[in-house]
T-cell receptor, first 111, second 116 residues
């Protein structure tokens, strides 16, 4: 069956460190993979999109990698700040018209 | 430049009542998607609509749930005869084109439905 797996346990890190979140998928062949941020009581907010032929994408302190052989994407936040604390969702092709989301990983950055 | 607007933010219904959730997409967006999020669960796709058309309703329960996106006005997600299991956060998203997999979705703040 198709699965998108993200760490269910919260990731706790100290301010200034690099946070690395993992998204693994099974039985998908996505052409694109997206990352979103969700704060409590709010809708997800788009962060980055990476294509299958791109190994890495960067935006300010964010970096995403996409390994179609390992079926994995890594999401990095460098020089993390308490304001980065949120749940991060990965999403990919779920069908011809749908974006399928993982359950997300909560990131907690302590001062 | 308003984002995706959903209302109400919170909706309380008793079992058996009807719930109507509204979503106005971003200006210039003609594609609307509804997702449901349960506690400890991911966002689950329900339905994808364009103006006056349902494009994909593969994630929608077969009974009691319906959605529309009329030519004028917001998109409506309607749940008839609500049950406690319908309690969840319902999110609407929009995009300018109907290719959600290779462009970003803009989400509203959601409607939290509570069924007593």
């Amino acid at each position: 069956s198709q699965k998108i797996e993200q760490n269910s346990e919260a990731l706790n890190i100290q301010e200034g460190k690099t946070a690395t979140l993992t998204c693994n998928y099974t039985n998908y062949s996505p052409a694109y993979l997206q990352w979103y941020r969700q704060d409590p009581g709010r809708g997800p907010v788009f962060l980055l999109l990476i294509r299958e032929n791109e190994k890495e994408k960067r935006k300010e302190r964010l970096k995403v990698t996409f390994d179609t052989t390992l079926k994995q994407s890594l999401f990095h936040i460098t020089a993390s700040q308490p304001a980065d604390s949120a749940t991060y969702l990965c999403a990919l092709d779920g069908g011809y018209s749908t974006l399928t989301f993982g359950k997300g990983t909560m990131l907690l950055v302590s001062p | 430049n308003a984002g995706v607007m959903q209302n109400p933010r919170h909706l309380v219904r008793r079992r058996g009542q009807e719930a109507r959730l509204r979503c106005s997409p971003m200006k210039g967006h003609s594609h609307v998607y509804w997702y449901r999020q349960l506690p400890e669960e991911g966002l689950k796709f329900m339905v994808y609509l364009q103006k006056e058309n349902i494009i994909d309703e593969s994630g929608m329960p077969k009974e009691r749930f319906s959605a529309e996106f009329p030519k004028e006005g917001p998109s409506i997600l309607r749940i008839q005869q609500v049950v406690r299991g319908d309690s969840a956060a319902y999110f609407c998203a929009s995009s300018p084109r109907g290719t959600p997999t290779n462009e970003k979705l803009f989400f509203g703040s959601g409607t939290q439905l509570s069924v007593l």
